[in-house]
């Protein structure tokens, strides 16, 4: 196996009395898709904003392609190959789809700042990632226009245009319906040989389909964590999440 | 494909034609009281310098400043003590105050840039208040008082500025830079930045952007130009006060670039104009003539979305959505 491209130790997060983070320790596999599940307000958000950097753990350590960036900030982890998508879907409105792709571009190649010698490039490369993800031809129209599906595969093709090494994603699937599921299950698929991935989602049949390795997340604490099959069949996980999930 | 804002020949040919009209005024001032409407009309434009200045920050980074004439105070009172001390050359005093104001942007936009909303405004504001009670405490150079220019800015030894022609279209110049300047920058991809930054910084902070440098960026160009037209304004006025740079002054800036239209460049220079146009026409009306100007400004900002500009923008039946120029 080789060296795990996100390694998370004894990551602890608490907002007042409420723990969301209980010494969490987790790990995803180059080339592989870690899924977290959990009832809601188990702490994958929250986890996943750790992960990212838009929250500093109270201990614990966050490595990520070798290097421990527990202090690092959201920008400086997304240079790194870090890349994210939201829970509720987040592209810049007032642009295109193809603007919104060109910003992460250009945030990757380190020249958001300075004046455009590289349009070309950028346009041709954004042309790619909008075919890439569905979005063909749809590069002008403004990200607001958009339905909420196309947006969900806009804000994925913003992500891969970081060319990252891990993938975060929070609930790709949410308010999705079954055929934009479902070519979105197909797309994610698709992106496994390209990136890691760290996928939270409610959906059990993406979750079994696309993970390699299920952690199960509850009250801040991941109480298994395992191949999908043995987590499917675990008698705890039943009890704590998957019997609510069926019975409902 | 669009990656970056389409050009705009429409506003851009308004921008043009507005750059034309204020180049052509000074033949048509030679008809009525030339030097009145000369010394109003280089007010217009100095400030016009600083409301495209103060809109980089509040229009296209969502940035509202309730300091920005304290960089107006550092323009003049660089351009006021420089000459007190008997060093009224511009080839001095320039780069002095741009350096001063770069210093002084840097230094309180680091500050300020960690607040948000409310908090923005009211430590931009405290800033501001603090260069007005320094230069009210400042008795060599007039304190509350103020200084009087004995005589403007010599250019590289001459008189030149004595000229209130030369003056106006120097000032016409440096608001063509300035609009130049900062098209430049909102075309360019730190425009970009800027602008997705204001809608969703977090978006764009996981993108590998550092939205805080972006911001101190914008925030240090437009105090150094904001500082341009304080120097032009003490030259026009050959008067420095503290009054320059109190926080009425900073939402006077405000309320020219609202006026106009936020967001745009057009807007800023439009604004300026009308505000000191009906400053100056109310006036003669009524010592209250703000009682006036208030309800009018009311009026556009709840009915005119985007300013006047935008107004007449969608009146005339274009899109103002994403209008950039």
């Not at chain 1, 950028?122 to 790619?128: L, M, N």
């Not at chain 1, 299920?214 to 999440?241: C, F, H, Q």
């Not at chain 2, 437009?222 to 009425?248: D, H, I, K, R, Y």
């Not at chain 2, 009308?274 to 703000?290: C, G, I, P």
Request: charge should be positive; proline fraction near 3%; aromatic fraction near 6%.
């Amino acid at each position: 196996m080789s060296a795990p491209v996100l390694a998370i130790e004894g990551l602890c997060k608490r907002f007042g009395g409420l723990v969301v983070a209980d010494s969490i320790a987790l790990g995803v596999e180059a080339g592989t898709c870690h899924a977290v599940i959990g009832p809601n307000g188990a702490g994958k958000t929250t986890l996943v904003n750790q992960i990212s950097g838009l929250l500093a753990p109270d201990s614990g350590t966050i490595r990520f392609a070798g290097r421990d960036v527990t202090a690092l900030g959201a920008a400086a982890r997304a240079r790194l190959g870090l890349a994210r998508t939201f829970q509720i879907s987040s592209v810049i409105g007032g642009f295109t789809a193809a603007e919104n792709i060109a910003l992460a571009l250009r945030a990757r190649s380190g020249s958001a700042l300075s004046p455009a010698r590289d349009a070309a490039d950028i346009a041709a490369r954004t042309r790619r990632l909008l075919a890439e993800v569905g979005l063909e031809g749809m590069g002008s129209r403004l990200t607001a226009a958009l339905s909420h599906g196309e947006r969900r595969a806009l804000e994925l093709a913003v992500a891969l245009a970081l060319d990252p090494q891990l993938l975060v994603l929070d609930e790709p699937l949410a308010g999705m319906g079954r055929e934009e599921s479902r070519a979105m299950i197909d797309l994610l698929t698709g992106l496994k040989a390209r990136t890691a991935m760290l996928l939270i989602e409610h959906d059990m049949d993406a979750v079994f389909r696309l993970a390699d390795r299920v952690s199960v997340l509850v009250s801040g604490t991941v109480i298994a964590s395992g191949p999908p099959e043995a987590i499917r069949t675990d008698a705890a996980v039943k009890a704590a999440y998957l019997g609510q999930e069926e019975a409902s | 494909m669009m990656t970056g804002p389409a050009p705009r020949p429409v506003t851009g040919r308004v921008l043009v034609a507005l750059f034309l009209a204020l180049a052509a005024l000074p033949l048509a001032a030679r008809f009525g009281a030339e030097t009145a409407i000369l010394s109003l009309a280089s007010r217009m434009i100095i400030l016009a310098i600083a409301a495209v200045a103060l809109d980089l920050i509040l229009g296209f980074a969502g940035l509202v400043s309730l300091g920005h004439a304290a960089f107006i105070g550092i323009g003049a009172y660089g351009a006021g003590i420089m000459a007190k001390e008997g060093l009224g050359e511009a080839a001095f005093i320039l780069p002095a105050v741009i350096l001063i104001a770069a210093l002084f942007a840097y230094l309180t936009g680091k500050i300020v840039l960690r607040t948000r909303g409310v908090g923005f405004i009211m430590i931009t504001l405290a800033f501001g208040q603090m260069l007005f009670f320094t230069a009210g405490s400042l008795s060599r150079y007039g304190g509350d008082d103020g200084l009087t220019l004995w005589s403007r800015s010599k250019v590289f030894g001459t008189r030149v500025l004595e000229n209130d022609l030369v003056l106006y279209y120097v000032a016409l110049a440096a608001l063509f830079g300035t609009v130049v300047l900062v098209r430049r920058l909102l075309v360019a991809p730190f425009g970009d930045v800027l602008r997705a930054a204001r809608e969703n910084p977090v978006r764009v902070e996981t993108l590998g952007i550092n939205v805080e440098a972006a911001r101190l960026k914008a925030y240090v160009i437009s105090g150094v130009l904001t500082a341009l037209a304080g120097f032009l304004l003490a030259n026009q006025s050959e008067f420095v006060s503290p009054a320059l740079m109190g926080w009425q002054r900073s939402g006077e800036l405000v309320m020219m670039v609202v006026l106009g239209g936020m967001g745009t460049l057009t807007g800023p220079i439009v604004g300026a104009i009308l505000f000191l146009l009906l400053e100056f026409e109310l006036a003669r009306l009524t010592e209250h003539w703000k009682l006036i100007f208030g309800p009018l400004l009311i009026l556009v900002v709840l009915f005119g979305r985007g300013g006047l500009y935008g107004l007449v923008s969608r009146l005339a039946g274009r899109r103002f959505a994403g209008d950039r120029s």
